[in-house]
């Protein structure tokens, strides 16, 4: 997504071979994240989404906006990790666990409002692409994503 | 989930086109897409359907429209199944001759 304006709605969507609780840990405990989404431990308490770096840090803090585990996970974005991304207006990303027949789920990740954001939709776009088959080959294998 | 799905889908030239145009501006309706193809719009929703399925194309209501939004995802995974794999020893064949010829040049 280089020569292009990045996409202000971008929507993702994979199946893993997990059970829909099993992707919920993974997206929401610090333990998962670390192995695949950039090495960011990701806390999520008082209405708070939390994210650190390897040096502790802070990566993103942002508002919680719907949370119904194992299914549907809603909060802000904005990228503490770069300083032009900070200054950024807030989008939002949406995770959603559909289970499937034969032991798959279907996740959905809906990064949106990026009106304001277009530095953030721009880095995101590879980002989310990584973060998504980082977790999605974790979870099959047990192993994080080499390379 | 199903790299044939991937494979046969992207076997298609309108159904390539209909990803390029979805690549440039993405959240598109049916007859937005319908307008750029010299095709019935049945055509066009037998194309996307396809691409659908595949997991290529993601369907998402927006108050009466449905909108229709390129998921590069299975893309990236056979990619990282198919290209990666015969690149990298691509990569390394001609590293190794570079070092060869340098250890006996």
């Keep these: 997504m280089t020569t292009m304006t990045a996409q202000t709605t971008q929507v993702y969507q994979l199946f893993i071979r997990a059970t829909p609780e099993q992707v919920w840990d993974a997206i929401t405990k610090s333990e998962f994240t670390t192995r695949y989404f950039f090495a960011s431990k990701v806390e999520m308490s008082n209405g708070r989404r939390r994210a650190y770096g390897p040096d502790g840090e802070l990566w993103g803090d942002s508002a919680i906006l719907e949370e119904d585990p194992p299914r549907r996970l809603v909060h802000e974005w904005q990228g503490l990790y770069d300083p032009e991304l900070a200054e950024e207006e ?8 559909e289970p499937r027949e034969g032991g798959y789920c279907k996740l959905t990740l809906v990064h949106d409002q990026l009106e304001g954001a277009p530095k953030t939709a721009e880095s995101v776009a590879g980002g989310w692409m990584l973060v998504l088959s980082g977790l999605k080959t974790l979870l ?5 994503l080499v390379g | 989930m199903d790299d044939d799905q991937v494979f046969k889908a992207l076997a298609d030239p309108t159904r390539r086109h209909l990803l390029d145009r979805l690549f440039e501006r993405d959240g598109r309706t049916l007859t937005e897409l319908e307008s750029e193809l010299e095709m019935t ?3 066009v929703m037998k194309h996307l359907r396809i691409l659908e399925v595949a997991g290529l194309v993601v369907t998402r209501r927006q108050g009466r429209e449905k909108l229709h939004y390129l ?11 198919w290209i990666d794999k015969y690149t990298e ?14 250890e006996t040049g």
């Design chain 2, 71 to 81: 998921n590069p995802v299975p893309i990236r995974l056979i990619h990282d199944r």
């Design chain 2, 41 to 43: 719009r049945f055509g």
């Design chain 1, 90 to 97: 807030t989008s939002r990303v949406t995770w959603e666990i």
């Design chain 2, 89 to 102: 020893r691509r990569v390394s064949a001609l590293l190794d001759l570079k070092k060869e010829l340098e």
């Design chain 1, 140 to 144: 099959e294998t047990g192993e994080p």
